[in-house]
């Protein structure tokens, strides 16, 4: 699939210190000689979204036609979103591990785009994804090691967030052991920023 959207969504509570952040900075800076894409950023952080609640839920299980303001209001954060991601091609994730989880705002963000009826449907059959055509990738920034053990539960919880949606088409980019000594970050972040450019060079 041909690549000419990208969506950038950072959500690091440590702005431009957070190393998520620095990767995001780096795959930006890979697309800065194609002129063939069209990038957008949003900081799901700045957006200050609440926590999803009940009123809200209830506007989107409201028609539009019968909505108050207030309803017209909430509702509106959720489609807004929900339009982003579909006006682009490639979902790049730009995530920190925080308590072996995502950002509170990132799962906030997840909660508006995420609507039954919307971007996935409930069947017989369980819910099928009605996000079609696009693929996701995530760079992930960790201060330990976590891959391949019991403790990385964010790998799993956020391919199913983009799962539900039909996003199935997903790769990592991993930056582990951040936390544990100059050297090895140094090294880990080296060999992340590599397979982002690889991956510009041979994905998009």
Not at 70 to 97: G, K, N
Not at 119 to 125: D, Q, R, S, V
Request: charge should be negative.
């Amino acid at each position: 699939m041909a690549v000419r959207n990208i969506l950038l969504v950072t959500a690091s509570i440590l702005g431009e210190h957070g190393q998520s952040r620095a990767l995001a900075a780096h795959f930006k800076a890979q697309l800065e000689e194609r002129d063939d894409i069209r990038l957008t950023e949003r900081d799901v952080v700045s957006l200050d979204l609440p926590h999803l609640d009940g009123a809200e839920m209830a506007s989107w299980m409201t028609a539009p036609d019968e909505r108050d303001a207030a309803q017209h209001e909430l509702a509106a954060r959720s489609e807004t979103l929900i339009e982003e991601v579909l006006a682009h091609d490639l979902i790049v994730l730009a995530v920190p591990l925080y308590n072996l989880g995502i950002p509170s705002q990132l799962k906030a963000w997840f909660d508006r785009i995420l609507r039954a009826g919307k971007t996935f449907k409930y069947t017989e059959n369980g819910p099928v994804g009605l996000v079609e055509g696009k693929r996701g990738l995530i760079l992930a920034a960790r201060g330990g090691q976590y891959v391949g053990t019991a403790l990385d539960t964010q790998t799993g919880h956020v391919n199913s967030l983009l799962g539900l949606m039909g996003i199935q088409d997903t790769d990592w980019i991993y930056a582990e052991g951040l936390n544990m000594g100059e050297p090895l970050r140094d090294h880990a972040m080296g060999e992340a920023r590599q397979a982002v450019a690889h991956y510009v060079t041979e994905r998009l």
